[in-house]
């Protein structure tokens, strides 16, 4: 049998016990990954945050 590390057998253990997934954050990752792609070469940070929030859907473009 495979030695696990305490830490490993830790989050086994959590996942047998637990009904929660990470599929909010998957989820949220392909996202990220799709602006990514898409996008390829933001100036800056701004731009590329604004794409994820845009993209996600919370970003209001309507001025108040």
Known sequence: M????PPHLKGIVNAAVTTL???????????IQIVKSVGRGF????G???????????LDLLPE
């Open 43 to 46: 100036k800056s940070v701004k």
């Open 21 to 31: 997934s990470n599929g909010i954050a998957e989820n949220i990752n392909s996202k």
């Open 2 to 5: 495979y030695d696990l590390n």
């Open 48 to 58: 590329y945050r604004n794409a994820l929030l845009f993209f996600n859907g919370k």
